[in-house]
């Protein structure tokens, strides 16, 4: 009988250990006036973009009276450790933070890759968290 539950473990382990995570970009802004995070980049910081040579403009919250303070986008199967990050910062031109104590600019790569390898999370690294609260 014990016998029997061996190969089913041992299935089941293999079909969790091969299951890769999605990447996952994770803007997060705390329901504050005046609290907002902008990405300013071309078409590919967008997972499913048709023009990828586009300037592209991601705010959160949308504007300044919506209420849409988390957004998610889901890219490519895979993490966001290795040469991930400095191929998605590339797209990047500037993220700016809109914190309570004041506006935060990043436009350098090194600034804004520095940023991004310091705030990924999940056991695989596979979610990026972009916050301000």
Request: hydrophobic share 35%.
């Amino acid at each position: 009988m014990k016998l029997n539950k061996i190969p089913l473990l041992l299935l089941i382990a293999t079909l969790l250990y091969s299951c890769d995570p999605g990447q996952i970009l994770e803007i997060k802004v705390a329901n504050k006036q005046h609290l907002s995070v902008m990405i300013y980049g071309n078409g590919n910081i967008l997972p499913h973009s048709s023009d990828k040579n586009e300037k592209v403009v991601l705010r959160v919250p949308s504007t300044d009276t919506s209420n849409d303070y988390d957004r998610s986008f889901m890219y490519r199967i895979g993490t966001w450790g290795g040469d991930a990050i400095p191929k998605f910062s590339h797209n990047i031109d500037s993220i700016i933070l809109n914190t309570s104590s004041g506006k935060i600019i990043m436009s350098k790569k090194d600034v804004i890759n520095k940023y991004l390898l310091q705030h990924r999370s999940g056991g695989l690294e596979n979610v990026l968290t972009i916050e301000v609260n």
